[in-house]
């Protein structure tokens, strides 16, 4: 018998479970999408009925937090399970990897810890032999042959507001070795249109690529959904605050961003030296005066709506004000964090920005296109939209 869902009723039991540890026999070394389901039914048993998982965005080689990301949008390859992957259901892990890639499985699946760097390697030399079949045999024959190169198709349009600009700087980033995107070439990174299309022609795989591993991802993700809802469990997610200073949106949006400033928190009686990030603020006045307002942060909301049922909004406090330091100039002569800012100054202005911003967030969060792409037109929410909670403080609070 269904169980009832935790949308319906007042209060409910959940975990908080990072991802990557959920790791299985059948997982290459990571806890990956495929191993959601099991995980839920465990807990089900228990009545439990929801999990909330760390935020899914991609990170850098030589980072570990998701809360500083490659981009806002997309799903991190590395949580992608090989064993459904229709492309590689012809071939054995020998027949991809090799025998010195079969060993390095096999190492990176024994460790106690993960390791990120060869779990990368290893899912990225399966993937682009997926890729390759999925080109000759999908996408060669057409949409009009191939139901999965149709499905492939929707999905990059339905994905078009984030999608192209998110693999041309992946591909552009692999190319230079994954130097920020501030070391490219002048062209490169002032986005010179004509620069831009001779990288599409010159890495058109590459670009493919990263359009085809978030397909992946996105199809397991839905599928691993369907299966907890069965269940009666929710997917809850996490919105980060901000996300990387070398990133996709960046790059792309910069003027939305201040690159002259770090985000950070005062210091308290915790800290006595305070808390510095080193990412890019929102310039809240070119944000808001865009048509529609906080479009970027409306665009996040609403694809974070396509693929959770709930999800937290982290350091809600700073988007009421977000306190923030020369990011050249840091810190002092003694290595002290200098004191910093906030951003509105006044306690007034605070309130009524972060209503602001959290309202279009809000608004944001329940719209959905047919095909679960989101839009960014209306202002108020459907009454089925996913809930943003916060365990951040409130907004008159550091």
């Given amino acids: 018998m269904p169980q ?9 039991a959940g975990v ?3 991802l990557f540890s959920l790791r299985s026999e059948q ?7 495929g191993d959601l389901p099991a995980f839920a039914a465990f807990i089900a048993k228990a009545g439990i009925s929801l999990i909330q998982v760390l935020p899914l965005n991609e990170i850098s080689i030589g980072n570990t937090s998701p809360y500083a990301a490659l981009s806002a949008f997309g799903i991190d390859p590395m949580f992608i399970s090989l064993g459904p992957v229709v492309d590689l259901q012809h071939l054995s892990t020998r027949d991809v990897l090799g025998a010195s890639g079969v060993a390095a499985l096999a190492a990176a699946k024994k460790r106690a810890t993960i390791d990120y760097d060869a779990v990368r390697q290893l899912k990225r030399k399966a993937l682009v032999a997926g890729l390759k079949r999925f080109v000759e045999h999908e996408l060669a024959a057409g949409a009009g042959k191939s139901p999965r190169a149709r499905a492939f198709l929707e999905f990059c349009d339905a994905q078009r507001h984030w999608l192209p600009d998110y693999a041309l700087y992946r591909a552009i980033k692999d190319a230079h070795q994954g130097a920020a995107w501030w070391q490219w070439e002048d062209p490169l990174r002032e986005r010179d249109r004509a620069a831009l299309r001779a990288v599409q022609a010159r890495h058109a795989e590459t670009i493919l690529y990263y359009e085809y591993v978030q397909w992946l991802a996105h199809a397991q993700w839905a599928a691993a959904r369907g299966e907890l809802k069965k269940l009666g469990v929710e997917l809850m997610g996490d919105l980060p605050f901000m996300v990387d200073r070398d990133s996709a949106d960046v790059w792309v949006h910069r003027g939305e961003f201040r690159m002259d400033m770090s985000v950070g928190v005062p210091a308290d009686q915790f800290d006595e030296d305070g808390q510095d990030w080193g990412l890019p603020p929102y ?18 909301a609403a694809y974070s709506a396509t693929l959770y ?5 982290d350091h809600l406090v700073g988007f009421y004000r977000t306190y923030m330091r020369p990011y050249e100039k840091r810190r002092d002569a003694r290595g002290k964090l200098v004191p910093g800012t906030f951003d509105p100054p006044t306690e007034p202005e ?15 969060a329940g719209e959905r296109g047919p095909s679960s792409s989101p839009r960014t037109s209306a202002r108020s929410p459907p009454t089925s939209a996913p809930r943003c909670t916060s365990s951040a403080p409130p907004a008159t609070r550091s």
């Fill in 350 to 364: 605070q309130l009524a920005h972060g209503e602001k911003v959290i309202g279009a967030i809000m608004a944001s």
């Fill in 283 to 300: 310039h809240w006045r070119i944000m808001a005066a865009g048509d529609p307002d906080f479009a970027w942060l409306r665009r996040r």
């Fill in 309 to 313: 049922d709930r999800f937290r909004i």
């Fill in 16 to 18: 908080t479970v990072p």
């Fill in 27 to 33: 997982s290459w070394g990571i806890g990956e999408i």
């Fill in 4 to 12: 009832t869902t935790s949308s319906s009723v007042g209060r409910v």
